[in-house]
């Protein structure tokens, strides 16, 4: 079966950082692009990052410059470092892996930024 299984939220100041992983299994992992999402409460679902199979990466504007995406396909795991966080960063985090036919996600992981 397939699983997507996030780890590494928790509470942060300000300023801080955190790495999130996500562990994948069940599906060719290489082959696909992974994404991670956040979710605020009462707020709609918001793409965060994006990496390739190939390696290319992508970022919403509001994290530009201080998270950053990259995978381990020898571990079939996806990361999200974190740095220089912020209130409004605070959100449930969701692992996401999509191809032309599937679309897989992850149970999320709570991220809370806050002094």
């Known amino acids: ?13 300000p300023g801080g950082s ?7 299994s069940g599906f060719r992992f290489s082959s696909f692009a992974m994404r991670w999402y956040r979710q605020a409460p009462a707020k709609q ?9 190939g390696g290319s990466t ?6 530009k410059g201080r998270f950053t995406i990259s995978r381990d ?3 079939n795991t996806v ?17 996401n892996a999509a191809s032309f036919d599937s679309d897989y996600w992850g149970q999320g992981t709570q991220v809370t930024v806050s002094s």
Do not use: F, W
């Open 73 to 75: 396909n020898a571990k």
């Open 45 to 53: 679902r918001e793409l965060v990052a994006v990496i390739t199979s």
């Open 79 to 95: 990361y999200l470092q974190m740095n220089s966080l912020k209130p409004e960063d605070t959100a449930v985090y969701y692992c």
């Open 18 to 24: 955190l790495r999130l992983s996500c562990a994948a």
């Open 1 to 13: 079966q397939v699983q997507l299984v996030e780890s590494g939220g928790g509470l942060v100041q």
């Open 58 to 63: 992508s970022y919403a504007d509001s994290v």
